[in-house]
């Protein structure tokens, strides 16, 4: 029988995080990542988070987080933007698979916060749907200059902060699951040169932000 077993919010952040220390420290276990973990899940998933993150290559999830198969289900987009299809991929992670933890994740250097940033700054507006993506960082880098924030890590945690809003805002499904207490979003900012990430934001937890 395969490993399905139902775990709290609190439970599904701290094994996330557990396999993230892991990674930094460079003593990953590759758990799932076997044959008997393939047979195990081919019948059917249950993951224990949804994980919405940026698109970039250095982010790539199941190895940041040392984890395997059937564990994590994995939505990313430049600039982690937010679409109606990554609403119901979101939703449909939470609602059809049960998981207990939905995770948005950004990180420092992005090239969509980047763009956002110049866009204002220069007005040097991208070509094609790219222009589409940096128009939806924009409101986040305006949020967090009349702030007071200009440096790249404080722009980047409040995009990342926002963006764990908008999916509150926009799905009423995640919205009324938080408020149950059945799920939990929680915002991680990842750090490129170490591998760590630091919690920038929470809902329905009660780790405090960062
Ligand atoms: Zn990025």
Redesign the pocket.
């Known amino acids: 029988m395969a490993e399905i077993k139902s775990s709290t919010p609190q439970e599904a952040l701290e094994l996330l995080l557990a396999g993230n220390q892991r990674f930094v420290a460079g003593t990953p276990e590759h758990p799932n990542q076997d044959a008997t973990r393939r047979a195990e899940v081919a019948p059917a998933q249950r993951p224990f988070a949804v994980l919405f993150g940026?698109?970039?290559s250095r982010?790539a999830a199941e190895i940041i987080f040392d984890r395997g198969l059937g564990d994590l289900f994995v939505v990313r987009t430049?600039?982690?933007v937010v679409g109606s299809e990554v609403l119901g991929s979101v939703e449909y992670g939470v609602a059809v698979l049960s998981s207990p933890l939905v995770v948005v994740l950004?990180?420092d250097a992005?090239?969509?916060?980047g763009a956002a940033c110049a866009a204002l700054d220069d007005g040097a507006v991208p070509d094609g749907y790219i222009r589409d993506v940096v128009e939806r960082v924009t409101p986040s880098v305006i949020a967090a200059r009349a702030a007071g924030h200009e440096d790249a890590d404080a722009i980047l945690a409040e995009h990342v902060s926002r963006t764990v809003d908008l999916l509150l805002d926009r799905s009423r499904l995640l919205a009324e699951r938080v408020d149950s207490g059945q799920t939990a979003v929680v915002g991680l900012r990842y750090r490129l040169a170490d591998g760590n990430t630091q919690v920038v934001a929470a809902r329905g937890l009660g780790v405090p932000a960062a």
Do not use: I, P
Request: hydrophobic letters at 30%; aromatic letters at 0%.
């Open positions: 940026c698109s970039d982010l430049a600039g982690h950004g990180h992005c090239g969509a916060v």
